[in-house]
């Protein structure tokens, strides 16, 4: 384990650029070119989303809950294609991580299973994946964030765009976004223009993250009743806090006491 020590130290302060890993109580921690969490690992249970914002992202599953294709803009640790991997064992997840350090960090110390059938990484510029290719996908998930704040190529208008293109009739797209950043409300009204306003938030269940859903069309504007009785059913299956998500969509989100406004 002397390797595993050596990265437990933090980063060079002159390399912006690198990727390292902090272990304390029991949980592993990826940062790249700061000591800002990208991503953490329970090491007695690598396969859980040990960090709130990814639970909050899974929250589409409100939504889309059996996709047959998930693609994901950015890998970090693989927390949310570790879990779509191991709990929703009938999707194929495409993983987009442009920097391969990082991609073979979360093999080697987080657990990320190989390509098989079920689930492919490709090192590569997600924008300029998202742009060249034909991409048709039921969700679409972007956690780009570098060593200090969102990745701008992963928050433009023309990528937002290329974010609806990709989805299928009924696709959703989940954005992690910053509540701090001051172009949070810039990303979130973006997003509204590329997606006809049809964009929902959802506090993490920590201050600071915030995860946005974007429709390619309306989910009907479900009532409150459909979104509990779907909560307590994937809360008992896959045992995320989903009865917190509906509870809190209503916080950010136009509603009325029957139902979500989308």
Not at 3 to 21: G, M, T
Not at 154 to 170: E, I, K, Q, V
Not at 171 to 177: F, M, P, R, S, T
Not at 226 to 233: G, I, Y
């Amino acid at each position: 384990m002397k390797f595993l020590q050596s990265w437990r130290v933090r980063k060079p302060a002159d390399d912006s650029e690198s990727v390292y890993i902090s272990e304390k109580f029991g949980v592993r921690t990826l940062h790249i070119g700061s000591d800002t969490v990208q991503s953490s690992m329970r090491i007695a249970r690598p396969n859980d989303l040990e960090v709130s914002y990814t639970r909050s992202m899974m929250a589409f599953l409100l939504f889309k809950p059996e996709p047959a294709d998930v693609l994901m803009v950015g890998l970090g640790g693989g927390s949310l294609a570790k879990f779509i991997y191991h709990q929703l064992p009938r999707t194929r997840t495409i993983a987009i991580e442009v920097n391969a350090r990082v991609v073979d960090i979360a093999r080697q110390y987080f657990c990320v299973p190989p390509d098989d059938e079920r689930l492919e990484i490709v090192v590569t510029d997600g924008a300029a994946y998202l742009h060249d290719n034909e991409v048709d996908v039921d969700v679409l998930v972007v956690d780009g964030y570098d060593a200090e704040s969102q990745v701008e190529a992963l928050s433009t208008p023309a990528f937002y765009r290329d974010c609806a293109s990709a989805l299928g009739d009924a696709g959703v797209l989940v954005v992690n976004l910053w509540g701090g950043d001051r172009n949070f409300t810039t990303c979130v009204n973006r997003l509204a223009k590329a997606f006809d306003g049809l964009v929902a938030c959802l506090p993490a269940g920590k201050p600071g993250n915030i995860a946005a859903f974007a429709f390619k069309r309306s989910p009907g504007q479900p009532t409150w009743h459909e979104l509990r009785t779907r909560a307590e059913q994937l809360e008992a299956r896959y045992g995320l806090e989903f009865k917190r998500f509906v509870n809190e969509f209503a916080l950010m989100n136009p509603h009325d006491e029957e139902r979500l406004l989308l």
